[in-house]
């Protein structure tokens, strides 16, 4: 019989919190509102809250406990969890949270029967939850749940890092990478009273690079000089020399790294590396039903809409349904895909937005792609299912839940572990000021210092930034700041 895991000092402190809190309740006793549970990354978060989870399970089986995540890629790597969309019952709706009129109204409206029916909710990856975002969640739980009390009842854990990648701006439009003047808070960045603060003091993925470790924390120091001189090290460990787009993917072909990207769309994006990829010689090809335009004797407006053009106005009862091809009619057998929704596959296994992997073979006959995931190399079938237009919902369209992924946007990575990966970016992205907090993701995904590459790499092109002092100041002045680890801690 396989001996438990030995949890660490503070993952050991969080499960006799969240465990005495969950008793008191049962009890009817007084108890807090919920966990908040925060540190760097790689010091086991996401394996406390499995460990947590399992206990709750065991001693108290009646609970409804339910795993969510702000992203799908976040949600794929917790045991049953799921995206907070998906737990809302409100698809892609819930990235409305931060208008409380609409969210409620559409909540109403879907009768999501799990809100009511939850008595543990736990969210992973909170730092890309605003306030608002956050504030609109509780008072829609306290509205469906008809009770008045915090989340209605619900005990709450979240989980995340607030140095980590912020909230997507309000009505920013889509992508990671946003031409803003200021930042969106996360609900990370605000002390809530009535919840346990849990701070993880321990950086186990990375225990093994003393010097990663320090650089990391080093990135998030409210001192500037401390900052530049964590650039410094990164830059005299990690830069690869100058490269131009074909230069980093023949390197991603020679040795397998993951391309991290800022932008989904332009130049140096996911878009961009795709593009550079079908270009390549050497590709392999199969004919394929695919997922992206519709069969070019179609409607000329639908095939625009589901192309990414937003020109057309419909009718919000008016569902279209057509099988759909992909944008040449072909798909690569040996190029990286990302699964593009949360669905269970013919075997049973739960994949989720996000998840890479590589598709290794196509039947005709059956209209079905064997699908190898990045993460677990299990094999898994993917067949072609309904889902709707990111920016016509009430148009639906069958598909195969697959869009090429060359490389990959860093918000898809954050917490995630990676063998090793390359960040190549025009310049004008390290003048950004997310540049501190897309640094700091992408260093923590490896072991290894020198498991990430970064070509265009020059450190006067990474600036000051004054909201970043702002913000980091702002942060490390939070009470349950003061036990958060340090660079002289390690």
Known sequence: MTAAPKLIKWQQKACDVILGDIAKL???ESASIGTIMVGPPGTGKTFCITEIVNNIRKQYPHLKVHLTATTGAAASRMSDGKTLASWLRLGSDAMKLDKDIHILSAARASNPQTIRETDVLIIDEVSMM????FENLNKLCQDIR??????GGMYIILIGDPMQLPPIPHDAGPGLHRNTTEFVPSLLERYYSGYNYIVADEMMRSKGDVELQRVLLQLISPDKIIRSEAVVTLRNMCYNGEMDMEAVIEFQKQMGPIILTTVKEGPYSVSGYNNAYRDNEDIQEIEILGAEKMHPDEDENLIKLLGGYKGLQREENEIEKRDCWS?????RTNVPFMIRMNHKTPEGTQVYNGQLGNVLSYSSEKQEIKFQLLSTKEVVTIKRIEFKSEWYPQLGFVAYPLIEATAMTIHKAQGATIKSGIVFENRRSWTDPYCAHM???VFSRVERIQDIRIPSFIVSDILDHPLIDKKLAMIWKLPYMAS???????
């Open 26 to 28: 049962q009890n009817k």
């Open 130 to 133: 605003s306030q608002r975002q």
């Open 146 to 151: 008809e009770n008045p009390v915090d989340f």
């Open 327 to 331: 944008k040449d009619n072909k798909v």
């Open 439 to 441: 640094l700091y993701t």
């Open 484 to 490: 958060y680890l340090r660079p002289h801690m390690i």
